[in-house]
């Protein structure tokens, strides 16, 4: 499975941005798709999760609110929706997928993981 993540850019604060994740050869829809992000110098950190079929979506506690995770199975995409975005959610994305599991079990069980994009927040 090819991923790769896209919609990043820079923004000011309060802006929105609508990352997506697609998916080459598999379909996502099936899938556990877990979005993460790694700022310079820090470790990388789950931002949120989208269970095979859609009925869990857990957040990191910095974006429940203002982040949301979704599906397009038409698109074959998963998209996160990041509204009044700030400066500390400046960060390289990535998007995820586990293959072996329905429910999101933590970074250690994503299989693939895609090219980031970047997301700049000016204050």
């Known amino acids: 499975v090819q991923l790769q993540a896209s919609g990043g850019g820079l923004v000011q604060a309060g802006d929105s941005l609508r990352l997506s994740c697609a998916a080459s050869?598999?379909?996502?829809?099936?899938?556990?798709v877990g979005w993460f992000r790694q700022a310079p110098g820090k470790e990388r950190e789950f931002v949120a999760a989208?269970?095979?079929?859609?009925?869990?979506?857990p957040y990191a506690d910095s974006v429940k609110g203002r982040f949301t995770i979704s599906r397009d199975n038409a698109m074959n995409t998963v998209n996160l929706q990041m509204n009044s975005l700030k400066p500390e959610d400046t960060a390289v994305y990535y998007c995820?997928?586990?293959?072996?599991?329905?429910?999101?079990?933590?970074?250690?069980?994503?299989?693939?993981w895609g090219k980031g994009t970047q997301v700049t927040v000016s204050s």
């Open positions: 989208i269970s095979w079929n859609g009925g869990r979506t």
């Open positions: 995820a997928v586990d293959v072996d599991s329905a429910w999101y079990r933590g970074p250690n069980g994503m299989d693939y």
């Open positions: 050869m598999r379909t996502l829809s099936s899938y556990v």
